[in-house]
């Protein structure tokens, strides 16, 4: 009797632990949408490989996310809209074109964009029940950031994009 009244609350508190949100996780509201994402994750596996990107980075002078007010200024209306897009576009062109020798690299790449995906079905689903507007600010501003990175080959885009990740993992921040 002593072992199963133990075993269930054993049980129970495992249940409860296993609800409770992990470490570094975090809710963001863009406009109407609510999503969780572990930024403590995401940051340490960027910063793991930050230098050894950036070192590929060919070229210095052009950034995709810099561009001016690209980020900046954007309406709290327009934030759900051109944060979709930038997970969308970060999933479908950048991770993709990410590849190094380096397998300890490519492990942490491939960790930041499973993080990524997640986020990125989340706000595809607010998009889906319309609750995700999209604004002419926010189209435009992600025109000029494909504009950007299109304007480069794909792998070196994709190199100077997630050598890029900490400007949008600042911004994301700070519109929290």
Known sequence: MKGSLLFLCLFSMSCWLNLLPTAGTRIFHFGPCRVSMSMTEIRSGFTAIKSNIQARDPIRTLSILSYPDSLHKVKSSDRCCITH???????????????TEDSYVNRKISSIANSFLSVKRNLGQCHEQNK???????????????????????????????????????WLEKSR
Not at 86 to 93: P, Q, T
Not at 145 to 167: F, H, M, P, Q, R
């Open 85 to 99: 897009h930038l997970f969308n576009f970060y999933v479908d062109k950048v991770f993709k074109h990410c590849k």
């Open 132 to 170: 995700c507007m999209c604004g002419q600010e926010s189209t435009d501003k992600f025109k000029q950031i494909l504009a950007n990175y299109e304007g480069l080959n794909v792998t070196s885009a994709a190199i100077k994009s997630l050598g890029e990740l900490d400007i949008l993992l600042d």
